[in-house]
């Protein structure tokens, strides 16, 4: 990994107890890679499992993570991002307090401040938790 613990949130406008991202493993080419422990004391947690909402956060906030990864690479300021539209959501399974996650995000397309991802959540043991594709703008710094 490259960036992790409290490190984190020098990369993404969140902060605490909404950061939803544990690790960060970098960028290949249009690719980044990004880890999460589900805890109990998330405030997405509900009945020992991370709900919906929680890992549409870890996503929103993995791709984040990319941009601010970037732009720290490339000593520019951070921007905010919004998520600007979801297709394609799929919940397979909602993970356990303990478990965790694994998140890939790939850029389909950039154009101006919008990009266009694709992200995939996993399981420590390769079961698909979630898939989506997520349009995200990127506010002006």
């Known amino acids: ?15 605490h107890p909404i950061v939803m991202v544990d690790e960060f493993f970098g960028v290949v080419n249009a690719d980044s890679f990004s880890a999460l422990t589900v ?10 499992r991370l709900n919906e909402s929680g890992i549409l956060e870890h996503i929103a906030q993995s791709c984040a993570m990319r941009v601010g990864y970037i732009c720290k690479q490339e000593n520019r300021p951070i921007p905010i991002g919004y998520i600007g539209a979801v297709k394609k959501m799929k919940f397979l399974l909602l993970p356990a307090v303990g478990e965790k996650l694994f ?13 266009l991802v ?8 390769e079961r698909l938790i979630a898939s989506c594709e997520m349009k995200i703008f990127l506010g002006e710094v």
């Open 1 to 15: 990994m490259i960036i992790y613990g409290e490190q984190i949130i020098d990369y993404i406008p969140q902060r």
């Open 39 to 48: 805890r109990e004391d998330c405030l997405f947690t509900e009945n020992g």
């Open 103 to 115: 998140t890939s995000v790939k850029v389909l397309q950039e154009v101006f401040n919008i990009t």
């Open 118 to 125: 694709s992200a995939e959540v996993q399981s420590a043991d």
